[in-house]
């Protein structure tokens, strides 16, 4: 039950704190996707089982909530979390760097599948925002932030990280 | 064997069956079970829309005042009397509370005088991936809203058209605004022989008027109106005006840049015209 609450509580402050981060700097150059973000230390910290369910989560809450096509964040949160998943075991997730790098790369990736999957999927013509390529930048730069607090956030719910 | 070869690949089994999952969710966008999902799951995410709203416009619908009763600011003896005795921080809130004022009672008035069926509705969210197409109300098909009415903002005391509703469900709506590259609006310009043409977006900030004569009277700083023909919008709303004109990429036409009339992003409450 504590690990339900648990999940349940980190998907909804996760997904508050991205709607007001929108709210305030979304397209700005200094939009930050902390759920992309958070996604990643899942898939980290526990593996690819979790990190694919909680970016699937995720990602069906911001499809249903933005205006665009459904399933296109659940598609790439949920791959981000399995690739991020996998490469556990490769990376010192522990080191503030790594986290930096590896979001920084993921998230260029997401960027690129995201605008192939919008001009395949979307009838309107893909609109480039040249605000979004910033956006890795600030997801590298507040990478090690989230990845603490949402480390000190399983330490208060005593919820050590389990691999699956 | 089995229960082991599950442990090891269940991950990948996970992630091909979500994958398909969502696919099928991009496949079928328009079908009314994923719509139905997606008004269920909005649910979460639009309290905190709501709420920003809210503190970014801080008059709600009960505190909005009637269009005859006079603002704070229009009494002697309120706000330049006592704004001495507020603090910095309170006579901001009053400079906000009165702009806000202000722009309710604008629309109030417009809606008694011109549309008393209209519906007012607030900005709940948008996208910021498609910040210059589409934007969701905080109204919808319970409070009386259907695809293609048309939308309206009030930008100094003017009514100008902003859009069109695309998508409606129980309590939320899409707009599509005009800066959308899919949008079309018959236009007109009043000061030069009533010239008729297509307003189109371009998914930025601007908007194109396309379709004018070679030989157009059309000139920099005329105001495009729109024309009401096919009847899809009231004629003689204002929608922008003419910033630059030149021929279109086949020479055939002159299409003109405009300014909208309303900023996108400047937009808190809007009226839904019931038609």
């Known amino acids: 039950m504590k690990k339900v609450l648990y999940f349940l509580f980190t ?20 939009a930050v996707q902390w759920i992309l973000i958070a996604v990643l230390h899942f898939g980290l910290r526990r593996g690819p089982w979790t990190g694919e369910w909680m970016g699937f989560s995720w990602g069906i809450l911001v499809d249903s909530s933005s205006l665009g096509l459904v399933g296109v964040h659940a598609i790439l949160y949920t791959l981000a979390g399995y690739s991020a998943g996998m490469f556990r075991r490769q990376l010192d997730a522990s ?12 998230t260029l990736v997401y960027f690129v599948l995201y605008l192939l999957v919008e001009r395949f999927f979307s009838i309107n013509e893909g609109t480039f925002q040249w605000a979004c390529l910033t956006v890795p930048i600030m997801n590298a730069i507040v990478a090690p932030l989230v990845f603490f607090a949402l480390d000190f956030w399983a330490d208060v719910w005593d919820m050590k990280p389990i691999e699956h | 064997m089995d229960w082991e070869l599950y442990e090891r690949y269940r991950s990948t089994v996970l992630l091909a069956v979500l994958l398909f999952v969502s696919s099928l969710f991009l496949a079928f966008q328009k079908t009314s079970s994923v719509q139905h999902l997606r ?21 709600s619908e009960s505190s909005i005042p009637e269009p005859n009763e ?15 005795h507020f603090s910095g921080e309170e006579r901001r809130r009053i400079q906000i509370l009165t702009e806000e004022n202000a722009r309710y009672r604008d629309l109030f008035q417009i809606r ?62 899409k707009v599509m605004l005009l ?26 900030h601007e908007l194109v008027l396309k379709f004018l004569d070679r030989g157009s009277q059309v000139k920099i700083g005329d105001l495009v109106v729109t024309s009401g023909l096919g009847n899809a919008f009231p004629s003689g709303v204002p929608i922008g005006w003419v910033e630059g004109l030149e021929p279109d990429p086949r ?3 002159m299409q003109a840049k405009l300014r909208p009339a309303a900023r996108s992003n400047q937009i808190r409450v809007v009226l839904v015209l019931v038609l």
């Open chain 1, 95 to 106: 080191k503030p760097w790594t986290q930096t790098i590896f979001t920084w790369m993921v």
């Open chain 2, 179 to 204: 800066q959308d590259s899919l949008s079309e609006v018959a236009a007109t310009v009043p000061g030069a022989n009533g010239e008729d043409g297509v307003v189109e977006g371009t998914n930025s």
């Open chain 2, 112 to 173: 008694e005088s011109k549309w008393p069926g209209a519906i007012v509705a607030h900005v709940a969210g948008r996208d910021p991936q498609r910040w210059f197409q589409e934007i969701v109300l905080d109204k919808g098909k319970e409070d009386g809203l259907k695809a293609d009415f048309p939308v309206l903002a009030i930008v100094d005391g003017r009514e100008t058209l902003i859009g069109r509703i695309l998508e409606v469900s129980a309590h939320v709506s």
């Open chain 1, 11 to 30: 998907i909804w402050i996760l997904l508050w704190a991205q709607v007001v981060s929108n709210h305030f700097l979304g397209g700005t150059l200094f």
């Open chain 2, 251 to 253: 020479q055939l036409f």
């Open chain 2, 70 to 84: 006079p603002a704070a600011d229009t009494v002697p003896g309120t706000i330049l009397d006592i704004g001495s």
């Open chain 2, 39 to 59: 008004a269920f799951l909005v649910r979460f995410t639009l309290p905190p829309q709501r709420l920003l709203v809210q503190i970014k416009s801080p008059a």
